[in-house]
């Protein structure tokens, strides 16, 4: 019976969104002068593995599998003010959900997403060795995604603020932040936090930083997932900057019935003028 | 899985050990005066026709190339030399710029692309005959000699 009560209650539009990343254009860095703009691209990968209720799976092996393409754009202003754009678009989404005998029914999602809006205001720091910023940023979520058979995005307008702290030094990065958001339909209120450590390099010709990453995601339905692993920045030429992350689910709790237990994959390309 | 939770935990202390032992760190501080000015006068006698500053709290090359991008738009830069014309050290927070001219560059506009980009400018080195004056920017672009070295 409970078997047959989870079947049903899953084919109810529930949050099967993706994290709304605190990430921005042009890879959370630049530009940092005014009048700069740039735009970036990135590929991202999900495999989600099981259908989670609490932190057991409920049903071993229902996957989800999401493979998504970001347009991203940023102009800056003056040094603390930007705006930041980034669209999505759902190349090929694919989940399993049990029907009402618990058999795998396959749903499909494809399309645009909803569009993100940010400005983000900044406060530049530089101390002895150590270069920084503070960063408020209000959000703004416009729904522009379809009718599918399930929804990676869900359509709805939201608002969101953002706040978040980060330096460098010669070697090392440190970056630590949280926004929440808050929507004008069903969805509950959700945050995402992100812990973010890296080592700079510097090559003959150019430079970059290996992380390591950390991200919470939290909604108020007791949803909770703690993701984290490595990404690669590297600056080619000044203009031409890419970046490539894995992340690994290490803690995940559905509050509802939704997919868990996941991998991502993100490659990216950005150019900033 | 307790194999992999392993690995996150050892992945966040080796990050976090970085960190925290940096505070104890040289590479962490600007360099000082003395390492600067020996930087400077090397880079004078090897590049000729360049200028070179010093801006506070260049020590993450990604986050200067707003320094880079808009010093390189100025007018008389040679910009077929070093990267665009400029050369950035992380480890000395000295930018050297390739002049094509003998009149130098506009010490207002240093001042102020370089602000825009985030950053502030210090100094500047100039050869005088022999010698290698260090020159101080104050109030209004005005400027003052704080180091007189025979190169």
Not at chain 1, 161 to 186: H, K, P, R
Not at chain 1, 228 to 245: C, K, M, Q, V
Not at chain 2, 11 to 37: C, H, M, Q, W, Y
Request: some cysteine; aromatic content about 12%; overall charge negative.
């Amino acid at each position: 019976m409970m078997r047959f009560i989870l079947g049903v209650c899953s084919l109810f539009p529930v949050v099967f969104g993706l994290l709304l990343k605190a990430d921005e254009p042009i890879m959370n860095m630049m530009p940092r002068w005014s009048g700069g703009w740039g735009y970036q691209f990135f590929y991202e990968h999900r495999r989600e593995r099981d259908l989670l209720l609490g932190s057991s799976a409920r049903y071993r092996g229902f996957s989800e599998e999401v493979n998504l393409f970001h347009l991203e754009g940023v102009y800056t202003w003056k040094k603390f003010i930007r705006l930041t754009a980034k669209l999505p678009y759902v190349i090929h989404a694919e989940r399993e959900i049990p029907d009402a005998t618990g058999n795998k029914r396959v749903q499909k999602d494809e399309g645009i997403g909803d569009l993100t809006l940010a400005l983000p205001l900044k406060k530049y720091f530089n101390l002895d060795g150590r270069s920084g910023s503070w960063t408020f940023k209000p959000m703004l979520l416009v729904p522009l995604a379809g009718d599918d058979e399930y929804e990676i995005y869900d359509n709805e307008w939201g608002n969101g603020i953002g706040l978040g702290y980060e330096f460098e030094t010669s070697q090392f990065y440190f970056g630590i932040g949280t926004n929440g958001w808050v929507f004008y339909g069903d969805e509950p209120f959700e945050s995402h936090s992100f812990l973010d450590l890296g080592y700079n390099f510097v090559t003959e010709q150019s430079n970059g930083s290996l992380f390591w990453e950390t991200d919470f995601h939290f909604e108020d339905d007791e949803s909770r997932t703690l993701s984290a692993g490595p990404a690669l920045y590297f600056n080619h030429n000044d203009t031409i900057h890419s970046r490539i992350e894995w992340k690994h689910d290490f803690a995940d709790h559905q509050g509802i019935l939704d997919h868990g237990n996941g991998d991502t994959i993100k490659l990216g390309m950005a150019w900033v003028f | 899985m307790k194999i992999i939770h392993a690995i996150v935990l050892l992945g966040l202390v080796f990050f976090s050990a970085n960190l925290i032992v940096a505070d104890d760190d040289k590479d962490k501080k600007e360099a000082t005066p003395e390492v600067r000015l020996q930087a400077a006068k090397e880079a004078m006698s090897t590049h000729t026709n360049i200028a070179i500053l010093y801006v506070k709290g260049l020590v993450c090359p990604s986050c200067g190339i707003g320094v880079s991008k808009n010093l390189s738009r100025m007018k008389g830069v040679d910009k077929k030399r070093f990267k665009r014309g400029i050369e950035m050290d992380v480890k000395t927070q000295l930018v050297k710029i390739a002049l094509n001219g003998k009149t130098g560059l506009d010490k207002k506009d240093i001042l102020e692309r370089v602000d825009d980009a985030g950053f502030v400018a210090i100094e500047e080195y100039k050869l005088h005959d022999d010698h290698l004056d260090v020159h101080r920017f104050g109030a209004g672009a005005s400027t003052e000699v704080i180091h007189h070295l025979k190169k």
